[in-house]
């Protein structure tokens, strides 16, 4: 099993650009998060899908759009792209009644704008 | 979901136990305690969590005091691939949970 695939890995963009992260997980887990990691800093939740059908802004949601495709794939969209928006994204699947293995993460899309 | 306060950075000898403290004095009585570590800059990944009684697992154990305001997590023989930064995050875990990441514990594990 994969687990959580994020595509792209490394992505450079220009200012104003736009793009979509994608995010697909094989676990069959109902909720999917979205988060990103700036230097030094701990992961800051920006969306979250608690099942098919729902979403929900986190923490810092300004400049994102989320699209929760299906049950396995949860998308994040940049509509203008800013310098402040570099950062590594995580993707994350869970589900409730799988509490003994917790969250599943991606190894994360590494954005920088310039 | 409850705030953990963490030391910033801890060393730790290779084949010794590395215990991490953390601290969550506000934490209710639905919210469970979980660990997870970052190696470099790869996604976090789970450790253990627990309610209330101790948990291990092949991976660590984790240690709650009765009152459940702060917990250790415990790698029993640290090696050098446990080099990561430690998170202790307390949530519950609804449908509506959702993992609130702080700044971690820094573990350098040296020979």
């Known amino acids: 099993n994969a687990g959580v695939t994020q595509t792209p890995k490394f992505q450079v963009l220009k200012t104003g650009q736009s793009m979509t992260l994608q995010c697909a997980q094989d676990?069959?887990?109902?909720?999917m998060y979205w988060y990103r990691q700036d230097p030094g800093m701990g992961l800051r939740l920006i969306y979250y899908s608690a099942s098919e059908g729902t979403t929900d802004k986190g923490e810092v949601p300004n400049g994102y759009n989320v699209s929760r495709l299906n049950k396995r794939e949860f998308s994040l969209r940049l509509e203008s792209a800013a310098p402040s928006q570099t950062s590594v994204y995580f993707c994350?699947?869970?589900?409730?009644?799988?509490?003994?293995?917790?969250?599943?993460f991606g190894s994360g899309t590494r954005l920088t704008v310039v | 979901d409850a705030k953990t306060t963490q030391p910033t950075s801890m060393d730790c000898a290779e084949g010794r136990a590395a215990n991490l403290p953390c601290n969550h004095s506000?934490?209710?009585?639905?919210?469970?305690v979980y660990w997870y570590r970052q190696i470099h800059s790869q996604g976090p990944q789970y450790i253990i969590h627990?309610?209330?009684n101790n948990e291990t697992n092949e991976m660590a154990s984790l240690i709650i005091t009765e009152d459940r305001k702060s917990s250790t997590l415990i790698l029993p023989h640290a090696t050098l691939r446990d080099t990561a930064v430690y998170y202790c995050i307390v949530t519950t875990t609804g449908t509506a949970s959702k993992l609130t990441f702080g700044t971690g514990t820094r573990l350098q594990v040296t020979l």
């Open positions: 994350a699947s869970s589900e409730i009644r799988d509490r003994i293995y917790g969250y599943t």
């Open positions: 506000t934490i209710s009585g639905n919210e469970y």
């Open positions: 676990m069959n887990h109902n909720s």
């Open positions: 627990g309610l209330k």
